[in-house]
Every structure is written in C-alpha cells, then in structure tokens.
DNA sequence: ACAAATATTTAGATTTGTCTAAATTTATAT
DNA sequence: ATATAAATTTAGACAAATCTAAATATTTGT
C-alpha cells in the first residue's frame, strides 16, 4: 500500500462509516481536496487491489479487506495521538497532523509495543476509540454528563455554553477539554453530579452538567 | 524535500563524512541501490535547490545548508533510535528499519518534545553521537577498553575475539552489545579493569578488556 | 418524458523518480 | 600519446499520481 493508497481508504471509510449506500466520486474528492478524476482513477487501482467495491457511476464501498485496512491505519493514527499526548505533552489539539504522517509507518512490531508501552489505551485523547488489532471496536457517543448514567466514563469534548463565565469555571476546577472524566454520583434532589477528573473528585452543579459534552464508549 | 531527497541528502553525506574530494556518482548509486543515470538525475534537482555543489562528471559535494538537513536527519534518527530502544523495548540491532522511516516526520516541535522525553541522550543505542538541533556534534571512535583513559564511558559495539567462550563470558556477566559501560578503576598491576555497566561494579581482567570494543565520544 | 443540470468518466498532459541504451568524458596502460 | 576501459551524462521511455478539458451518464424539474 501506498501512502495515497492508505489515505484513500481512510477517506472512504470515514465517508461511509455506518451508512449503507456506496460513497460517490465527489465525495471523495472534497474530502481529499483534489478532483473527481483523480478520485475515479485510484478507484480503478483499488478495485484492483481488492480493498473496494467499485461499480462505474454508481459509487464505492469498503470490501471486507478495504476495511480493516482502514481499521489498522486508524488504530495507528489513535494510538500516536495517544502517544503525543500523555507520553510526549502535546495538547490534544494540535497532534492530528503529526498522527497523520505517523499513521503511515510500517511496522507491526512497533505498533504492538506502542500499544503496550500506552497501557493498551481505549480511547484517543478526543475520546475516540482505538480499534483492537483484529479490527474489532466500540463505536463512541458525544452526550451529555447531564444524559449520561452512573459509572460512565469519557472524555470532555465540547461546551454547550461557551460563555466566557462557564469556560472559566471549567479553568479554575482544573477540567481541560481532552481530560478524562468519570460520573461517580448523581443527586437526584438538585442534580449535582459527583465526578473524577484528573484523579480529583468534585461535585459539579446540574446546570454544568448540562452543559459539558463527554464522548464515552457505548456499551456495546 | 522530498523523502526521497532526503535520502540522497543522507548518502552523501555518509559517503563524504570526514573526506575531502567530492564524492563520485557510481559511489551514491551503489550506497542508494539505484542507476548512476537516476543519481545524475537527482544531483541536478538537489543542486538546483542548494544542497550540493556538483560538477558534470567531478563528482559533488554538500553546501552548508545540505549538510545541516544531513544533520538533522540524523538527528531524527538517532533520537527515534533512542526511543525505540529505551521506552518501547527494541534490541539495538533491530532499530534501524524502522527508524529509517522515522526519521523523515515532519515537526520540529515533535524532535523537541521527543529529545526532551528521552532527556537529551548524547548518544544512540550503537554508540554514534546524536547532533544538537544546531547541528554539532562530537565524532565518536571505537577503541578496546584496555586502550581508553579512566573515566571514559561508552557503548559495548563489537568483540575482537567471537570464540564461544568470550561471549559466553559477557552473556553470564549481564554484558550485552548496546549496553552502556563506563570504566572506573585500571589496575597497572595486572591490566584489570573495574566497570560499570547496567548499574553493576565489576572487575574484568586485562584479557576481557582487550577484546571488548566500545563506541566513545571524543574529547572534544 | 425529456431538456437542463449535475456527476462521473475518459483522454491527454504533467511531475517525480526511476530505468535502459547510447553518447560522451575521464582515467589507465602500454 | 593514444587506444582502451571505466565512469558519467544524455536521451528517451515508463509508472504513479495528479491535473484540465471534453465526453458521457445520471438525476431532476417541469
């Protein structure tokens, strides 16, 4: 596989993740920024590969060996993303176009010890989850704490309200967007919320937690 | 610059390290496994772009600045060496491949935080001296540890006697090639040597201490 | 149903890096 | 010194990945 053979896939699969119906050719190519018949042309090559299903004018879909194709790179991109991030000391925000060349490395012995050194991680530091070397992974949900029930788990990803007074709070109580974040309690009197983040415990009012997203695993 | 670019970058700078006269291209072919027409090919894009001098059939040179990518080349790998090594548990002779594709990532920022990480190694895990970001180095020699002053440290690389015997001498002693050592007592008397190699005090008599290789840096 | 709009593919050109074969330059040996 | 050998460059071709422009297929609106 090629490089741009291996950003194709990925295109593809982000494209065509849980939908049905093939990806069309336009698709791809705003994707890809490039131009729809650049896009026909690898289709051809792939096709040929195996990796997609590719009928003229009626779109493209993953085969089973496209898929896991695009499985395995993906693992790579997360696993590096989590690299950067607890290892390294990026900020969640800025590893993506690093994870994207490093996604490319070839080297399945160096993906298993990356996998051991990071403590076999689930989830990326944006809270996505982080296939398994066979391919297999939970799908994530953005919810939330407010929505969410007892004992979940996630990774702050958003705000609702993005007024300068709750990004504040959020500052002075030590959460960050990419932390990881447990609901330990739940109250149902007021609605407070009793939460762990970066090992401390804290009780957070209803109206914060409904107003700060986790992306959490679901549960199958 | 290209990947490919860069490894002509390194080749010739390998090729020419130390040495006076340009290098020829039969000898980049060779080192590159490819056509001495393709390195001609190359040599005018390079030259177009500042790395190398080059005159039609006298061979060529790096400019300042193609030495400094060389350098920073190297740099990068080395320090992925040092990684791979130290934090994800490689054998030193198995690094190589991998780190070659390493090495050609593209952030500054990620070199920093990685050289940081790895707490500056002046050396990587065969011994060869990685380069400042700046570019300087020290040079670094191989010499038996019955020739090296007090005080030198440096990396076990090879053995002069392979008899059976010798390296069974080292493996029951806990000495592994890529291993760091340091000499900290010479007995005149009868030419022993007390070392230190992975936070053990040994003694080994003047026999070991002439068949055991070790990479140093130079004193400046 | 069919003309117009949109999407897709084909044809042909371009760039990068490579190759083989032929031409040219430099080195060597008597 | 000059013929021969060796090294190097040039010329022309090729594969990968891209592009533009033109041709063709599909979809949509009335």
Redesign the interface.
Known sequence: MTLSEEDYIKAIYHLGSGKEQPISTNAIAVQMETKPSSVTDMLKKLSGKNMVKYKKYKGVSLTEHGELTALSIIRKHRLWEVF?VD????AWDEVH??AE??EH???D??ID??DT?LGNPRVDPHGDPIPSKEGEFKKSVKKLISELPLGSEGVCVGVNDSSAAFLKFLDKNGISLGDTLKILEKEDFDGSVSIEVNNKEMRISDQIASNLFLEVLEKN
Do not use: R
Request: glycine share 6%; aromatic share 12%.
């Open positions: 950067l290892k390294l000391g990026f176009e690093v060349q490093l490395i070839k080297s012995k160096l010890k990356l050194y």
